[in-house]
């Protein structure tokens, strides 16, 4: 048996061991249909979808990135880069295009995520709709950003993608990914396999808007190689059913790693969110840093683990809360473990209401109780940025002001 049928193998046994679970997704709900290739153009493209890609910052026009991947429901629509980054050998293409393209591709194909983890990564195997693939050979640098987005048009729709993205020694990518849907019911499953090598750095930003009937289980894992550097930034703007996440990254030596996630939970919306960082070797550094903003109904839950398995690493976790309304709920549960001498671990937890000595300050100084609060809020969100290079700062800190924003409504 080959490893391909092996994996096979697996996702099935995971999914007839979980049948009988109560409490799950049931997957027979949602429509997965059938992966295709394409159905439209970029300039075929309505207003309404190109609005809503720009509600999470993807710009459907191609001088503006480095390169784009655009997938609705199950049709890749887009998928290429700007010549002078192909003629360097950047790969930008669907994950199911490239595992029969490229035969080198498979040997990074669920190799940091098990595909039997749970059940959404078995029936990503099982139910693969593309997803996207990229790869920057060594010494390239992409400062634009390479953009991809994964939009959902029809009502119950499933849409499990598996994304690969390798940057290779002394390399560096931009990646920005917007996920929005235009239907009010669906599943979206996005397992990302980040292999980061010697000396590269790749910056992820991903900004989910989904709503209020949507099941949405990110699977995000990197390997960080010597020197290496990951930052992954992640926000979600709008009410959700259920959103399920927990990034993880694995650093070697002299790597580093941020991970941040900022959470808006409205409405009914049930988040459990957070990420993990294991430094495996000597000199590695992580961070973790999760904010979130709770209100009316909502119950949202943020993790943390820090695992430091080797000496002269250095790990921070911290997770804040602020709770806006009465019955909104919100946890942290934070975790360090030392398993060797020489490693320093930390962390901050903090879940509360707004302070009224702070309301009191900046209402005394002629704020209006609203505009006091939306500036406590949007000073609590402000995290992180210091991480992300100058060209997508002011990006980031438009989606935090939108934020705040909605936090007020």
């Known amino acids: 048996m080959n490893r391909m049928e092996e994996l096979r193998r697996r996702a099935e046994r995971t999914i007839r061991r979980d049948e009988k679970c109560n409490g799950k997704i049931d997957f027979s709900k949602y429509d997965f249909g059938q992966p295709e290739k394409g159905e439209l153009s970029l300039s075929e493209l309505s207003e309404e979808v190109r609005r809503k890609a720009e509600q999470v910052g993807v710009e459907l026009k191609k001088?503006?990135?480095?390169?784009t991947y655009l997938q609705i429901d199950h049709s890749v629509v887009y998928a290429d880069v700007i010549n002078y980054l192909k003629k360097k050998g950047v790969i930008v293409m669907s994950?199911?295009?490239?595992?029969?393209?490229?035969?080198?591709?498979?040997?990074?194909?669920?190799?940091?995520?098990?595909?039997?983890?749970d059940r959404y990564t078995a029936i990503?195997?099982?139910?693969?709709?593309?997803?996207?693939?990229?790869?920057?050979?060594?010494?390239?640098?992409?400062?634009?950003?390479?953009?991809?987005?994964?939009?959902?048009?029809?009502r119950n729709v499933a849409q499990p993608v598996h994304n690969i993205i390798i940057v290779d020694e002394n390399a560096s990518l931009n990646l920005l990914t917007g996920c929005v849907t235009m239907a009010n019911e669906g599943l979206h499953i996005g397992v990302s396999e980040f292999y980061v090598k010697k000396?590269?750095?790749?910056?992820?930003?991903?900004?989910?808007?989904?709503?209020?009937?949507?099941?949405?289980?990110?699977?995000?894992a990197a390997i960080v190689e010597q020197n290496g550097v990951f930052v992954s930034y992640y926000v979600n703007l709008y009410p959700v059913q259920s959103l399920q996440m927990f990034p993880k990254a694995y650093l070697r030596s002299?790597?580093?790693?941020?991970?941040?996630?900022?959470?808006?939970?409205?409405?009914?919306?049930?988040?459990d969110i957070g990420g993990g960082i294991e430094l495996l070797e000597e000199g590695s550094r992580g961070e973790v840093v999760s904010r979130s903003i709770v209100k009316d109904y909502?119950?949202?839950?943020?993790?943390?683990?820090?695992?430091?398995?080797?000496?002269?690493?250095?790990?921070?976790?911290?997770?804040?809360?602020?709770l806006l309304s009465p019955n909104a709920k919100g946890s942290a549960i934070p975790q360090l473990k030392a398993l060797t001498e020489g490693t320093e671990l930390t962390h901050e937890a903090a879940i509360g209401r707004i302070s009224e000595e702070e309301l009191y300050y900046l209402m005394a100084r002629g704020f209006t109780e609203e505009e006091a609060t939306s500036l406590i809020v949007r000073g609590?969100?402000?995290?992180?940025?210091?991480?992300?290079p100058q060209q997508l700062r002011s990006y980031l800190k438009s989606i935090l002001d939108l934020v705040a924003k909605l936090s007020k409504g």
């Open 124 to 154: 990503t195997e099982l139910e693969l709709r593309h997803g996207y693939f990229i790869y920057v050979p060594p010494g390239v640098k992409i400062e634009r950003p390479i953009q991809a987005c994964l939009f959902t048009r029809r």
């Open 63 to 67: 001088e503006i990135n480095s390169g």
């Open 380 to 388: 609590f969100l402000d995290v992180g940025l210091e991480m992300i």
């Open 199 to 220: 000396n590269a750095k790749v910056n992820f930003i991903m900004i989910h808007n989904w709503s209020q009937r949507y099941h949405v289980r990110p699977r995000t």
């Open 95 to 117: 994950t199911s295009e490239a595992l029969k393209k490229l035969d080198w591709v498979k040997e990074y194909y669920w190799r940091i995520i098990p595909v039997d983890m």
């Open 298 to 322: 909502a119950n949202v839950i943020m993790r943390g683990l820090i695992v430091g398995k080797a000496p002269n690493t250095r790990g921070h976790l911290e997770c804040r809360g602020l």
């Open 254 to 271: 002299r790597a580093r790693a941020y991970i941040t996630s900022v959470v808006l939970g409205k409405d009914s919306s049930n988040v």
